[in-house]
């Protein structure tokens, strides 16, 4: 069983890392095209490209210049510990223990704009960059057709590692849509989240999110294997709902947030 995520906008690379353990990304060939491209663009051009604010953008073209090819802990942070928004506060990673992060490292890939998937303990230069961000580049439109196959390769390399050739889609629409269903080698479930508002079931975003890290954190702490073992899932107060999931859709609901 393989989960996969989106990352996140929210970055921190203040707190520092509870671990020493890291890998290397495995695409960091295409990630240097992408930068080489994006350090030709101005303030104002990223603020355009991405919808960000001049003082965001001027962040960001720095830390495309900065960037460099080498990656070590001094320059660099796994990407489990340095992505800090809903979905991470869900799967607060910082108190994993070492064979939590080897679970980790097995079941679970993150999928980004710029380094296309992620270990989880993959060294992370600081970026922004939206998988669904208009790009324009040698190989197409946007971003996805610059990954183009990329991704899906990557997943059927790590679902080959598993016992049972399952992935969990705990992504965005915007992240996943990187992943092509009919190359991947293994049955997609994806599990949706919704709270009781106003007399009925709803996705709430914020909420939605962070479920999402939780249902990562319980398929890690409990070595779960088996994607049917997820139906047990009840942190924050969510239960299956069978008659509400269809298929590989799988619905989690609660009354009470």
């Known amino acids: 069983m393989l989960l996969v995520i989106s990352p996140a906008k929210n970055l921190d690379y203040d707190t520092p890392a509870t671990t020493e353990r890291y890998t290397q990304p495995q695409h960091l060939d295409q990630s240097a095209e992408l930068i080489e491209q994006l350090r030709r663009y101005s303030v104002q051009d990223i603020a355009e490209l991405m919808k ?17 090819e080498s990656f070590t802990p001094d320059n660099a942070k796994q990407a489990i510990l340095a992505f800090n928004g ?10 994993f223990n070492d064979e939590d992060l080897t679970f980790t490292q097995q079941h679970l ?13 993959d060294l992370m230069q600081p970026y922004r960059l ?15 057709a610059f990954w183009g196959n990329i991704v ?10 598993n016992a049972n050739p399952v992935l969990v889609n705990l992504a965005s629409n915007e992240y996943f849509k990187s992943v092509k ?14 709270d009781w508002k106003n007399g009925q079931y709803k996705i709430i975003s ?6 999402r890290g939780l249902m990562c954190r319980y398929a890690i702490k409990n070595r779960i294997n088996d994607a049917e073992q997820l139906k047990q899932f009840d ?23």
């Open 109 to 121: 890939r993150i999928l980004s704009g710029l380094y296309g998937v992620l270990k989880p303990l």
């Open 235 to 257: 942190l924050a107060g969510y239960q299956y709902d069978e008659d509400q999931s269809k298929g590989d859709t799988w619905v989690f609901t609660r009354k009470e947030a």
């Open 52 to 68: 960000l604010s001049d003082k965001l953008s001027a962040l960001n073209v720095a830390r495309y210049e900065s960037w460099s």
């Open 206 to 211: 914020f909420y939605a999110k962070k479920a």
């Open 86 to 95: 809903d979905v991470y506060s869900g799967l607060n990673a910082d108190d």
């Open 130 to 144: 939206e998988m669904g961000t208009k790009l324009s580049n040698p190989r197409g439109k946007d971003l996805y």
């Open 181 to 194: 269903p009919k190359a991947l080698d293994g049955r997609i479930i994806t599990p949706v989240f919704k």
């Open 152 to 161: 899906t390769d990557d997943l059927n390399q790590a679902l080959a590692d």
